[in-house]
Structures are given as structure tokens and as C-alpha cells.
């Protein structure tokens, strides 16, 4: 069965000022798409054809030879991820166990927020920083391209995406203001605390 694009959980505009209609037209409806559309036409009918999203992001990772079909399945996943961990209205402060399992990680949530800030900020060209559980304990994490998480056998619970792609038309070369507005703004902590394993 082919690959379909999820909609957006919330409205294009949904997000303004922080992130604009226009952006999320062209990252969501374009560049999502084209990674949906490219994934389809990489698997067609053959051996992956009937695999989830995960299992192929696993089967593929780390081979030179499926690099085409990891980097197109990782960004459909990473994507619609990524979606998830923003709401309207969202930033503030997580809540019972993951406010918890974060105090212990890095203090407090402010220090987790500059260390992501840091590694999404440090990430040199494309790609992706992340909060993830690896084992019991919290890590940041920066990826390149289209590597996440799953494919290094942790568990995502948060990610910005620092393509130049997700933040030029609104914020131009100022990624660390994207990054902190994200971080403030539209962080979705529910979805993170669902996350959790
Ligand atoms: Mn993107």
C-alpha cells in the first residue's frame, strides 16, 4: 500500500506570527510531499512494499546501497513528527514525569531549552536536533540530513528541524531566533510527554 501524506494536525495558519502560512504551504505541502511521492516511487512493488515506515527506516539504515529509500522514508517520518511536537499557544512548562526525568537530565527546563538551542544552532547545514530517551535517561541529539533517532535505536520525544527550508522564508539566515521561538512559542509538551516509554 502507498505512502500518504498525513495532514497537518492543526491549520496553515495556525502557527503565525511565529511560523507562517507560506511556510508550512511550501515545507508541509511541498517538501513532505515530495519526500511521500519519492518514497512511493523508490519502494513501488518491491521487497519494502508491504513494510511500515519504521521497519523500513530500520531495515535501510546505514546502508550505502538504500541510502535513496532511508533518506525518503526518515524525512516522512521526521516530518510528520516534527508537526506533532508544535501547537498553537504551546511553549511553557512539561508536567508530572517528564518534568521529572528533565530536572534530572539537565537541571531545569531552561537549560534543557539552551542545550537544544545549541545543538540545533551547532548543526552545520541540513538536518535535525532532538530530545530523545536513550535507555531510562534524556540526551540531546543533533542528526545531519535525514538520520534520526529510530535508525540509532533510541526513542524521539522532541525534534526541530533546521533545514534552511523550515525557517528562510520567515526568519532568512536567522536560525537560532527560528530555534527560540520554537522552543518558547510553539513547543508541544503533551506530544513529548506522550513519547515517553
Ligand atoms: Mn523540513
Not at 511521492?37 to 512493488?45: T, W
Not at 541529539?141 to 525557517?167: C, I, M, R
Amino acid at each position: 500500500m502507498a505512502f500518504t501524506l498525513p495532514p497537518l494536525p492543526f491549520s496553515s495558519d495556525a502557527l503565525e506570527p511565529h511560523i507562517s502560512a507560506k511556510t508550512l504551504g511550501f515545507h508541509h505541502g511541498k517538501h513532505h510531499a515530495a519526500y511521500v511521492n519519492k518514497l512511493n516511487e523508490l519502494v513501488g512493488a518491491g521487497p519494502l512494499a508491504n513494510k511500515s515506515l519504521e521497519e523500513i527506516i530500520t531495515a535501510t539504515a546505514n546502508k550505502a546501497d538504500q541510502a535513496a529509500v532511508f533518506n525518503n522514508a526518515a524525512q516522512v517520518w521526521n516530518h510528520t513528527f516534527f508537526w506533532s511536537c508544535l501547537k498553537a499557544n504551546g511553549g511553557g512548562a512539561p508536567t508530572g514525569v517528564l518534568a521529572d526525568k528533565i530536572k534530572a537530565a539537565f537541571g531545569s527546563v531552561d537549560k534543557l531549552k539552551e542545550e537544544l538551542k545549541n545543538a540545533a544552532v551547532g548543526q552545520f547545514g541540513s538536518g535535525w536536533a532532538w530530545l530523545v530517551q536513550d535507555g531510562n535517561s534524556l540526551k540531546i541529539t543533533k542528526t545531519a540530513n535525514a538520520v534520526n533517532p529510530l535508525s540509532q535505536g533510541q526513542n524521539a520525544l522532541f525534534t526541530v528541524d533546521v533545514w534552511e527550508h523550515a525557517y528562510y522564508l520567515d526568519y532568512q539566515n536567522r536560525r537560532p531566533d527560528f530555534v527560540q521561538t520554537v522552543l518558547d512559542k510553539l513547543l508541544n509538551w503533551e506530544f513529548v510527554a506522550q513519547n515517553l516509554k
